[in-house]
């Protein structure tokens, strides 16, 4: 199985209205596909996202040269070195690495991985809830209730980028408008002070059908999530940005959050993430990654929730939620699954079972031309 190619499909897309969080504006969405194929034929595909022309110049000159002639069986030791020059492009090749060793055992990556526990996956609906309308409000709440009417009965909106009143009046209309069936998440990016995300608890009294307050503060304040967590009245959640499951560890021994929520992307790789899922789930947290960029990456997000074991004997046939982007971006669609009223079915095949979408990759290619 020695590597014999790499291919690079960099992707653009200019949004034709900016949206955002507490973090700025987007004003594109990327993808950075890459494929990986062997002597033999077997390919394996990729994807990493990071500025596009500093991440293509350096898969090209550095990773690219690496990996041409290695073996695509040793994926766990090529990774690690990758890891160590560009974490975000070694999360890319060991989706790459691990479909060529399914398809090359005639599996599918839930049967490489020991198989699925779980065929059907919930998906919430994430939104960047900021515009620069003046209406921005009715215009988020607009958007949450078409998707709900699509099916989605959990959703994730943003606080933390308005005034603290601005952003509550947001939330408290959102939630009056809303069926109480429907879950809602807040996440603030690490926008607030222990002080100011106090204050949302008497809003969350108001209502019962919260999910959790993501992020309220930088997640490196341990102590600080401890004291919140013990007046909270909803659960907390976070870890997005975590690389290594050793910045989890205080969070679980301290017992910090309640929900764990690493990053396919944000990890060293597939392997690596798995082992974020699993930790978590041996001090008895819940995991609800995070994905909302990428496309391939969260479908192997999905794979590994799939292949988790249930977090309590009480939910034995339930899984915890992955996110799903229903923003503007046609990156969504590039491999495309089963999505019914908020669920994902996790389909059969060898590798992962699917081929991306060319119409999207022909029409989205990025010409090389500096963007902002």
Not at 156 to 175: C, P, T, Y
Not at 301 to 319: E, G, N, R, V, Y
């Amino acid at each position: 199985m020695q590597i014999e190619r790499v291919e690079t499909y960099p992707l653009l897309h200019h949004l034709t209205q900016a949206y955002g969080d507490a973090n700025g504006y987007k004003r594109y969405r990327t993808s950075y596909l890459i494929r990986v194929i062997t002597r033999s034929g077997i390919d394996g595909w990729g994807e990493v996202i990071d500025w596009l022309p500093t991440l293509d110049k350096g898969f090209r000159e550095r990773i690219i040269p690496y990996l041409l002639g290695k073996q695509a069986s040793e994926r766990i030791a090529l990774v690690d070195v990758i890891s160590k020059w560009h974490q975000r492009s070694a999360a890319g090749v060991s989706m790459a690495l691990t479909e060529i060793a399914a398809k090359s055992a005639g599996m599918s990556v839930c049967q490489l991985w020991g198989g699925k526990i779980h065929r059907h996956i919930p998906v919430y609906a994430s939104f960047q809830s900021y515009t620069e309308r003046t209406d921005w409000i009715q215009l988020s709440i607009q958007r949450v209730l078409e998707q709900v009417q699509a099916g989605f009965q959990q959703v994730k909106v943003k606080i933390g980028g308005k005034m603290f009143q601005e952003d509550q009046a947001h939330i408290d209309a959102l939630m009056k408008a809303l069926p109480e069936n429907v879950q809602v998440a807040v996440d603030a990016n690490q926008s607030y002070d222990m002080a100011t995300a106090a204050k949302w608890n008497p809003l969350f009294a108001r209502y019962g059908n919260w999910m959790w307050l993501e992020e309220p503060m930088p997640m490196e304040r341990t102590g600080e999530y401890v004291k919140l967590r013990s007046s909270l009245s909803i659960p907390l959640a976070g870890g997005e940005n975590l690389v290594r499951c050793a910045q989890f560890l205080p969070l679980y021994k301290e017992g910090a959050i309640d929900i764990a929520q690493p990053d396919l992307l944000h990890t060293e790789g597939i392997e690596a993430f798995r082992l974020h899922l699993n930790i978590a789930r041996e001090f008895g947290y819940r995991v609800s990654p995070h994905s909302f960029d990428g496309s391939l990456a969260r479908l192997y997000t999905l794979f590994a929730q799939a292949c988790l074991l249930p977090w309590s004997k009480m939910d034995a046939d339930q899984i915890e939620p992955v996110e799903w982007d229903v923003m503007e971006n046609p990156f969504t669609y590039l491999f495309p699954v089963h999505l019914v009223n908020g669920s994902v079915t996790i389909a059969d095949g060898v590798g992962i079972g699917v081929e991306p979408n060319w119409e999207i990759i022909n029409a989205m290619r990025w010409d090389g031309s500096a963007y902002a």
